[in-house]
């Protein structure tokens, strides 16, 4: 069975940063596209960015705005988001997503991805 694990949520002052972290295991293929979405109380999940096999397909939300870098581990199996200039705007559940499939475009919707992580909360205080 596929297992998402995330970590590196916490809390900190507007202006801070957060790294999100995220390890898969038991991907068949290790190579699909990644993702991180979030979720506010009362609203719907939301992308923040995705990334597929190419290191150059990042796609970030415009929300974003410069201010968080994805990236996968020299295994691929592993996710990153560095969040810096954070927002209390910014303050969700952090989930990580997998098994987006293999295109060169990671996709945008959440139903592309198969597999999920339980989530991880970040709360960012002004």
């Known amino acids: 069975a596929v297992r998402l694990i995330e970590s590196g949520g916490g809390s900190v002052q507007a202006g801070g940063s957060l790294r999100l972290s995220c390890t898969a295991s038991?991907?068949?293929?290790?190579?699909?596209?990644m993702a991180w979405f979030r979720q506010a109380p009362g609203k719907d999940r939301e992308l923040v960015s995705c990334?597929?096999?190419?290191?150059?397909?990042?796609y970030y939300a415009d929300f974003v705005e410069g201010r968080f870098t994805i990236s996968r581990g020299n295994t691929k199996n592993t996710l990153y988001l560095l969040m810096n200039s954070l927002k209390p705007e910014d303050t969700a559940t952090y989930y990580c997503a997998a098994d987006g499939g293999s295109f060169h475009l990671c996709p945008r919707e959440s139903a592309s991805y198969l597999s999920w992580g339980q989530g991880t909360q970040v709360t960012v205080s002004s």
């Open positions: 990334i597929s096999w190419s290191p150059d397909s990042a």
């Open positions: 038991g991907l068949r293929y290790d190579d699909t596209a």
